[in-house]
């Protein structure tokens, strides 16, 4: 059998971390070697592409890739992650938001901006990831980085709670989306939801349902999903 190498294309089930998404892909693939190209939060769902054997030296060719997303932002009240796993910071009236306001300040996040990343992030400074120093009640400064909103459309119908679809280049921290969001408007909101529906050119369209694949416990199909190497509009020689 040739060695088993290429792309799985998943789509990560609710309360797992990409972490535990690898470990039990590499446990079902009997022990090869997996790596992911782009984190998710545990509650979040939707494209997370791993690299199997070794094609996970490709992983440079992704790093670039925008994702897009479908958010759920709710209002009246924030939280210290951002999301909804996160304790309660602030509580505001949503009621007291005009929906034109709202839907201008939706707008103004469209483009190149300067976003501060949420200190509950796995970013480093001086050595150390922000969310431990956090979970110790260390605030430290959090430098801006550039990001680039290259579309965003918006439902307000069910306000307090609206939904985003959101595409944008990488580093891009919807909960911060979220927050900032929040403050523009005056009243606290949080990031409630999250759906990852595309990471370059690999949609939610072509991901394996993984969480019925892991209830099945059918490692053959796993395999069967594998994109292999060959199959790629990129190519190793060392591949």
């Not at 070794?54 to 939280?79: H, P, R, V, W």
């Not at 595409?167 to 949080?190: E, M, N």
């Not at 694949?213 to 999903?225: I, K, M, Q, Y």
């Amino acid at each position: 059998m040739s060695e088993l190498k290429g792309i799985l294309v998943v789509d990560k089930p609710p309360d797992w971390t990409s972490h535990d998404v690898v470990k039990k892909t590499k446990n079902m693939l009997g022990g090869v070697k997996v790596g992911h190209t782009g984190t998710l939060d545990p509650f979040s769902t939707g494209v997370l592409i791993l690299l199997i054997g070794k094609a996970t030296k490709l992983a440079k060719f992704f790093e670039n890739d925008n994702k897009s997303y479908d958010a759920e932002i709710t209002f009246g009240f924030a939280t210290d992650t951002y999301d909804c796993t996160g304790k309660t910071t602030e509580t505001g009236d949503p009621d007291k938001i005009n929906m034109d306001d709202l839907t201008a300040a939706i707008r103004r996040f469209e483009g190149v901006s300067e976003q501060i990343p949420p200190m509950y992030s796995a970013l480093k400074v001086d050595g150390k990831r922000l969310y431990k120093l956090a979970r110790k009640g260390i605030q430290v400064e959090v430098k801006p980085r550039t990001i680039t909103i290259s579309s965003i459309e918006s439902d307000i119908t069910h306000y307090p709670k609206i939904d985003l679809s959101i595409t944008c280049s990488k580093g891009t921290y919807i909960r911060s989306i979220a927050d900032d969001l929040g403050k523009k408007v005056g009243c606290p909101a949080h990031l409630s939801a999250l759906c990852r529906t595309a990471a370059g050119k690999y949609t939610l369209d072509n991901a394996v349902d993984f969480l019925s694949v892991v209830d099945s416990a059918d490692a053959d199909t796993l395999r069967g999903c594998i994109k292999h190497v060959d199959e790629m509009d990129f190519s190793d020689g060392n591949l």
